[in-house]
């Protein structure tokens, strides 16, 4: 378990990686029923958090990363340095995070073993990096990913494109920046996604980030349960109102509801 932490360096000197180390795809830093939650991360040059290794029943939520290359990295949910396989069991579960100016992406999102994406807030115009994993190294794994209640302030949201074998992911009931010719790579996605569109901030405290009432994404999203709080209409991204607000760092049993 990771918690509550404040994790940053003084300006010039930037910290490599947040987690990083170890042999990402077969062991990793992160194994089996690990939680990473509560963190304020900061001033990276490569991953803000570098959540690789098998990655099995792992959860990361209510985390704000902030000024790194790539905010999070779970490249290694799909492929092994060593073996040159995939290798990730999943599932890995990324929900109510805040990813914001990060100069490479928001995520790398593989769907080995199960990637679920849910409520999470990506500003700053940070894309998300779609990469399909290679069937032909490791056809045993299952391939499946959900992409659901997310807002994601970017022009060009998607890096990269989804290969064959991303026929069993999920993307539907997000909110983009951007247009729709540019998000659906597969027939059928987005079906309820909301495009060209600006989210409107009622902004409560640090590092906390409502939609305001009326404004696009606001009570849109899909009931997910356990995810959005027993909401009929779930707002997008990861702040709930009413319902969830950022708790994070050394201090966060000391945060009270604005």
């Known amino acids: 378990v990771l918690r509550y932490n404040r994790i940053s360096s003084s300006p010039g000197r930037y910290l ?3 987690l990083g180390g170890s042999d990402d795809g077969d062991s990793g830093n992160l194994r089996s029923d ?20 098998f ?7 209510g985390n704000v ?16 340095r060593k073996h040159k396989t995939d290798s990730s069991l999943g599932p890995i579960y990324l929900w109510r995070n805040v990813f914001s100016n990060a100069a490479s992406s928001a995520t790398k999102i593989r769907g080995d073993g199960g990637y679920y994406f849910l409520h999470n807030t990506v500003r700053e115009s940070v894309p998300l990096a779609l990469e399909a ?6 056809p045993e794994v299952a391939r499946l990913g959900l992409v659901l209640n997310n807002v994601v302030e970017s022009a060009k949201p998607l890096k990269g494109k989804a290969g064959p074998d991303a026929d069993e992911w999920t993307l539907d009931h997000n909110l983009y920046r951007a247009g729709s010719t540019s998000v659906v790579l597969k ?32 009570g849109a999203g899909r009931p997910i349960p356990n995810f959005s709080l027993g909401s009929a209409a779930p ?10 607000f950022m708790r994070i760092g050394p201090h966060a049993d000391a945060w009270t509801e604005p």
């Open 16 to 18: 490599k990686d947040v």
């Open 34 to 53: 690990s939680d990473v939650y509560g963190n304020l991360v900061s001033s990276t040059r490569d991953d803000g958090l570098e959540v690789e290794g």
């Open 55 to 61: 990655n099995i029943n792992v959860r990361i939520w």
């Open 65 to 80: 990363v902030t000024d790194t290359f790539k905010s999070i990295s779970t490249a290694s949910i799909g492929y092994s």
């Open 133 to 138: 994993p290679n069937p032909r190294k490791s």
């Open 187 to 218: 027939p059928g996605w987005e079906r309820g996604g909301i495009f060209d569109a600006t989210p409107e901030y009622e902004r409560a405290g640090e590092w906390t980030w409502y939609l305001k009432a009326g404004s696009p994404g606001a």
């Open 235 to 244: 707002d997008l991204g990861a702040c709930e109102r009413g319902k969830c």
